[in-house]
């Protein structure tokens, strides 16, 4: 059979079939909206609060600990804000009291308002805290205690979070302390076993090999100095003989002429009676009349007296000098040099040690470093903490603060109500195909051959004139379906309750 | 037989036209028909008494229409049911003619019956025998097999008859003559008839089908279309199928439900030829006969 033969089949027996379809259609419509009506409404309270997300131990120990995240900080929020105690809280808070009677109804009002209670982070910093229910007082209370809460919980765990970040430092600071008292101890030991090698502020930061090595180099750049000196005042005095024989008659007695010197310049400024003057004058006089008497015990080496000339004289002192000068550099030489060779020993038998006081000294510095930083951080919380009980306000805020909801935000009627009339036209279409399938009646002729026997044909029943009142009858009756609907709409089973109620 | 039964038949109806046509009632005359029985079969005087107790049983056109008689003369020559009885007629006489040859006058037996009441048998064995009757190819007569009230006895006026009862209580009757005929020439009613005193009510099946077996001895060359009560409410079709030639199952569209046909069928299974007919077809689909318009009738001139 052609397809449009099965759906002339199907229309012409699912006419047949149409009150029935059309009443299960009215059933389901009926039924339906009744349901509808009978679900209760959902009112929904919300809130919004800004919350500073900058919580104290980000901000103290930013660089040190790690820093948490404001995700994270809200996530911790809502599980503290929903959990047991709190949503108890909420409980006996609320009208949600009455609604319960017995500990497990309870808990299942509590699983829930865990689920139901949502914290939802819009922007940084900014929440929104909603809830729904059956009573807009109740949501809206819910919603109140729920803030409430959560100032209180903003507030004590940033309080919590002072205290803890207060004790973390001071914790810190202890083990720091401890710690760099040993690795002083440590570098002190060290360096006091190995001092000769190690590099000492005194020496400006020069081992005392390398001092020794300087001084050495020193000594023996003096030494060399003081030869070269000597060989000169020797040269000098070798060559003064004949020098000092042409120049030594006509001075006479130095000491002489230094007391006329003297004499000269006392009388330029003094008159002959002057104390002095005459003093001088005695001097003078004294001397020279012991010209002949200091002449006297010169008198055995008068050969070579008559030769050394003060310069001479002079420059056999400088020469003694110079002697003893070497000597004393050629002893400081000595020691240098057995200074040194002891100092190489040592820092040859212990090659590590450089590398491990530089590793103890880089320990040190860094346990100094961290612990000052530790106290200056320390000072920075107690700071922050006399300024935080001031600023709590400005950390939360209410933004908007939870309103009685007057009209239900679900369910929505009109959409289950068309839903309805949807499926109980559904229904009734898929009762009238029902009908037709189970119905083993015969349409056509093809119908009949299938029993597999000589069909003989079909007689036509005689055309029955076309009556419209079963059209109109059954489309009046679909119409009134829409009518129905539209009522729904308008809210008439609403009224209807409340006149009832 | 056929040929004394024949202007009989003419002289009753054309007396039964002008009766009908002149008092407007169906209080005919007794005078004209043993008039007419006595002219045309002077040889037996024993039988024309009780010919003429059955109150000219001459059943005019109008009621045959009334009874559900598709076709008038003074309606449309060419209706869509009649062209579509006219069919089932042909593939009935194929039937019949197509018979084994050892089946005797069991193959001229038709039996119309249906799984439910209402089904429509009186209508089709009606208008089945009309249309073998009227297309002259063979002499019909229509059995009541049923005898229910408002069945074809009553529908024609001629329930007060003897009839089919009668024959099966009285095996010695003779068969032939029971047979009334009607205002189509080779059409004729057998009734159920009226019960005979003194007998049971209802005649066994056995009994009746003893009596059709009888019937269609009697009447050679003569077509039995037997109008039977439903098979899924009486017992009677089964023991008819087994003396019929052949069964026409009628099946009423958008209604019979297939396993009350199939379990009609079971009813019917003493019958080797089993059809089905397909009544009140209301769908009309283009691969179903006469669904392309009325084609007209050919000019009358």
Known sequence: ?501 | MNAPANPRAHLVERAAEMMGGLAGGLATPAVPLPAAGTTSRPDRPAQAAPASTRAVPVIPRATLVEAGLIHSPDGPLRSRPWEEMTIVQHQVLRTIRDAAPGTGPRARVVLVTSAMPNEGKTFTSLNLAASIAISGARQVVLVDADGRLGGISHALGVAGALGLRALAHDTGSRAAAMPLPTAIEKLQVLPYGACPDGQPDLPSGATMAAAVLRLAAALPDTILVLDSPPCLSTSEPSALAAVSGQVVLVVSAQRTQRNEVEAALDMLDACPVLQLLLNRVQLTANDTFGAHGNYGAPYAT
């Open chain 1, 1 to 501: 059979m052609q397809l449009g033969g099965v759906v002339q089949r199907y229309v012409s027996a699912g006419w047949g079939q149409r009150w029935k379809a059309l009443l299960v259609t009215w059933l389901v419509c009926i039924f339906g909206w009744m349901g509808v009506q009978l679900i209760p409404s959902q009112y929904e309270s919300s809130a919004r609060i800004y919350a500073d997300p900058d919580a104290i131990l980000a901000t103290l120990l930013r660089g040190i600990a790690v820093e948490s995240s404001p995700a994270g900080q809200v996530e911790v929020l809502q599980r503290t804000l929903l959990s047991r105690p709190n949503l108890e809280k909420v409980i006996t808070r609320t009208d949600l009291d009455q609604r319960v009677s017995d500990a497990a109804e309870r808990d299942l009002l509590i699983t829930r308002l865990t689920r139901e209670i949502r914290i939802t982070p819009q922007t940084r910093g900014l929440f929104t805290i909603d809830y729904r229910d059956v009573s807009p007082r109740v949501a809206r209370d819910v919603v109140q205690t729920m803030l409430t809460l959560f100032m209180e919980a903003a507030v004590s765990t940033d309080r919590q979070q002072m205290a803890s970040a207060r004790t973390f430092v001071a914790q810190q600071i202890t083990s720091y302390e401890v710690q760099l008292r040993q690795a002083e101890r440590r570098r002190a030991e060290f360096q006091a076993q190995y001092i000769d090698l190690l590099p000492s502020v005194a020496l400006g930061g020069a081992s005392r090999l390398e001092a020794a090595r300087a001084r050495l180099q020193q000594v023996q750049g003096e030494l060399q100095d003081a030869r070269m000196r000597r060989d000169l005042t020797q040269q000098q005095i070798d060559a003064m003989p004949t020098q000092a024989e042409g120049g030594g008659g006509g001075s006479g007695d130095p000491r002489v002429a230094e007391a006329e010197r003297n004499l000269r310049d006392l009388r330029t400024r003094f008159t002959d009676q002057h104390p002095e003057v005459t003093a001088a004058q005695r001097v003078v006089a004294q001397l020279r009349s012991s010209g002949g008497g200091g002449g006297a015990p010169r008198a055995p080496t008068g050969t070579r007296t008559t030769r050394s000339s003060p310069e001479l004289e002079q420059l056999r002192v400088r020469l003694v000098d110079v002697l003893a000068q070497i000597s004393s550099l050629e002893r400081q030489d000595r020691d240098g040099r057995a200074e040194i060779t002891r100092l190489d020993a040592v820092a040859r038998s212990e090659p590590e040690i450089q590398a491990q006081f530089m590793n103890l000294d880089r320990d040190y510095t860094v346990l100094r470093r961290n612990y000052e930083e530790l106290l200056t951080r320390r000072e920075s919380i107690q700071i922050a903490g006399a300024a935080r009980t001031n600023s709590d306000r400005v950390k939360l805020e209410v933004i908007d603060p939870p309103t009685m909801p007057t009209s239900a935000v679900a369910p929505n009627r009109p959409l289950l109500s068309a839903g309805v009339l949807i499926a109980g036209i559904g229904a009734g279409l898929m009762v009238a195909i029902l009908l037709v399938r189970l119905d083993g009646a015969f349409y056509s002729v093809h119908d009949l051959r299938g029993l597999g026997l000589p069909v003989l044909g079909g007689v036509s029943a005689p055309k029955a004139p076309r009556r419209l009142a079963p059209v109109f009858g059954f489309a009046g009756a679909f119409t009134l379906l829409f009518a129905g609907f539209g009522a729904v709409l308008a809210g008439v089973p609403g009224m209807l309750f409340r006149m009832i109620a």
